[in-house]
Each structure stands twice: as structure tokens, then as C-alpha cells.
């Protein structure tokens, strides 16, 4: 299954109005098709420069670039973790994606209606993370009486790691903390994602702010960031308005010149895009030949023959040897014949840990 990142936010926040953005994606780009799995699930492209630059070398006979599912799960109200709304749908979309995109209304428009009158994005941050703390919180509660009994019986010491774990996130979800807040050791870090709590994901907190405040932070931005310090989140400054606007334009000039009026490099999409990928801690390899240039996804970290198994499970089952070029000794010395010759293709082993950018050809026997 691909990963994804889910969008969630209070109703009128521009939760939508971004998801529709990514699925124009393509208008904006080539290089970011999307296609609909179902109504409300999207598959986009990453969007990656190198890509591009080792197409114009390489001249390949197809480009295929590298995905993420974006998920647009269904708004929240208060009382969800009780069944309130579509809260348990909600509640059970959320579970299933491996990271969450949180859009914040950041922006005034008498003519957009807040579902609580105001705007306040700190306040609609505290109103999600209230509902999935109250449902972790039940989680945990359930799993505790099991793991005491286990604990004190138990020989093996996991057990009563687990236990020390529930503990302290039952202290920070009764305190209105979310799982991710709470500071854990490596092996803590192991037996606590047996546990799938919904505030212990990834998060990106999306502030969507009118079209003056994209390169200047409005004072409900600031506010966000100030509420998220403590989180490890990043956060990220949109104008979904502004996005749908510019995928609206007919070519990628008159694109480029509306992104350069507002002082920006490149649209606001594509840094989600970029910013979902990287929440997932997820990286590219590429490899690299005249029939294909292709990236391939691996989650950072990972060692030569699992990187190889993405490909197919035999290059992983007989892995022998991974060829590798570094993707600046590619581009600057333009061939894989080059950087040949130059002494920069390198030899590793089943112990190699990838790295981003990595051109790879492996050899296996199977």
C-alpha cells in the first residue's frame, strides 16, 4: 500500500480548496500528475528538479518520477471521539494514513463562515487534537489493565517497557498533551508503535492565509507557531485561494510570472508536496538508463538490498553488489561513462545505508 498523508481541519478552513489544488496539479506542471483512487484519495507526484536535469542528459525513452497518496478525510466537529458527526469515519480514516496534513484558517473573509464564529487557529488546532487525545486516551486506558497483569508476571523486559510507555502518555493525553510531545528512548520508541495513536503521526501544520500575508506572517501564523514549538512540526504558510487561482492559468510562463509577482520561487502545492514526502521521512534513488530515468521511494535509512527489493524482491533476495554514483558526480560530469572513467562510481555492500539522490544499478543472483 502507498503511504499517506491525510488532510484534516475544522469545516471552511480551505481544507478542500487545497485538496483541489493538488488534484489541478498537473495543470500547473507536467511534472506533478495526480489520478483519483476514489473520490477523496489522490495520487500526486513528488516534484524533483533532478529528475529533469538527468532527463536532459540521460535523453530516456520515459521519465517516471516517485508518488505519495494525499487523503482528503471528511471534516471535524467537536464530539467526535464520541461518535459525534462523522467522527468515527474520521476517526478511522485517520488511523489508517501514516501522517497528517492539518490545515488552519489563518485568513478574515466576512463572507467565508467559521463553524465557531471566530477566527482562531489555535483554538481549531486544540479542537482536533482534543478529539484524537480523548480517542488515543481510550486506547490506552484499555491497553494498561491488560499490560499491568502481563508486566508483573511476564519475564520479558518489553512488557514492562510497555507498560512504563502507556504511563506516560496516559500523563501527557490527561494533560492535554499530544503522544508526539512526550520524549522516548530508542527502545521506548519500539514497543510504542505497537500502539498506531493517532497523535503520535507526523504532523504539518498548514497555515492557509490570504494572498498579502504568503511571504509575510500574519499574526495568526505567529500564533501557530508559537502553539506548535513544543511539537517537532513544521508548519507551512499556503494561500489556497491564491493556489487555485494560479492553476487556473493556461501556461506555465504566465504561472511563473503570477508566482513571481507575489515574491515566491514556486507554488505553494509544490512545497506541500516536498513537505508530505519529507513528513514521511522518505527519500529518492534513481536509476538511470536510456530505456527509463526512474525515482524510486525508500524510507531513510534503509541499506542497499532493501532499497533493491523496492525494485523487485529477487534484487533484494540475490543481492551481490550495489553500483553507485553520486547524483553531483553525475550532473557534473555528465554520463555514467564519465563518471566512469573519473573513478566515481563506488562499490558497496549489503551494508551500505542509501542516500538521498543516490544512482544506483545492482547487481544480484537469484
Not at 65 to 85: C, Q, R
Request: glycine share 6%; hydrophobic share 40%.
Amino acid at each position: 500500500m502507498a503511504l499517506q498523508c491525510g488532510i484534516v481541519g475544522l469545516p471552511n478552513v480551505g481544507k478542500s480548496t487545497l485538496f483541489n489544488c493538488l488534484s489541478n496539479a498537473k495543470a500547473q506542471s507536467a511534472n506533478f500528475p495526480f489520478c483519483t483512487i476514489e473520490p477523496n484519495v489522490g495520487v500526486i507526484t513528488v516534484p524533483d528538479e533532478r529528475l529533469i536535469q538527468l532527463e536532459k542528459l540521460v535523453k530516456p525513452q520515459k521519465v517516471t518520477p516517485t508518488t505519495i497518496e494525499i487523503v482528503d478525510i471528511a471534516g471535524l466537529v467537536k464530539g467526535a471521539s464520541k461518535g459525534e458527526g462523522l467522527g468515527n469515519k474520521f476517526l478511522a480514516n485517520i488511523r489508517e494514513t501514516d501522517a497528517i496534513i492539518h490545515v488552519l484558517r489563518c485568513f478574515d473573509d466576512d463572507n467565508v463562515t467559521h463553524v465557531d464564529g471566530s477566527v482562531d487557529p489555535v483554538r481549531d488546532k486544540e479542537i482536533i487534537d482534543l478529539e484524537l487525545q480523548l480517542k488515543d486516551l481510550e486506547t490506552i486506558n484499555n491497553r494498561i489493565g491488560k499490560t499491568e497483569k502481563l508486566a508483573k508476571s511476564s519475564k520479558n523486559p518489553e512488557d514492562k517497557r510497555l507498560l512504563e510507555v502507556l504511563i506516560k502518555y496516559k500523563e501527557a493525553l490527561e494533560s492535554g498533551k499530544s503522544a508526539r510531545t512526550v520524549p522516548l528512548t530508542d527502545q521506548e520508541e519500539k514497543v510504542a508503535k505497537s500502539l498506531f495513536l493517532l497523535t503520535n503521526k507526523p504532523v504539518l501544520y498548514v497555515c492557509n492565509v490570504d494572498e498579502g500575508s504568503v511571504t509575510t506572517e500574519n499574526q495568526y501564523v505567529q500564533a501557530v507557531k508559537q502553539a506548535v514549538k513544543d511539537e517537532n512540526a513544521q508548519v507551512l504558510v499556503i494561500a489556497a485561494q491564491t493556489e487555485a487561482e494560479i492553476a487556473e492559468l493556461e501556461t506555465y510562463e504566465e504561472r511563473q510570472m503570477f508566482l513571481e509577482d507575489l515574491g515566491l520561487k514556486e507554488s505553494g502545492v509544490a512545497k506541500l508536496i516536498k513537505s508530505a514526502y519529507k513528513l514521511l521521512n522518505l527519500n529518492t534513488f534513481f536509476t538511470a538508463g536510456e530505456k527509463e530515468v526512474r525515482a524510486w521511494t525508500f524510507p531513510a535509512g534503509a541499506l542497499a538490498p532493501q532499497a533493491a527489493g523496492i525494485i523487485h524482491s529477487d534484487f533484494e533476495k540475490g543481492f551481490i553488489r550495489a553500483e553507485v554514483i553520486k547524483y553531483e558526480d553525475f550532473i557534473a560530469l555528465g554520463s555514467e561513462q564519465a563518471c566512469k572513467e573519473a573513478g566515481k562510481i563506488h562499490i558497496e555492500g549489503k551494508e551500505y545505508e542509501v542516500q538521498d539522490g543516490d544512482i544506483m544499478h545492482f547487481r544480484f543472483n537469484v
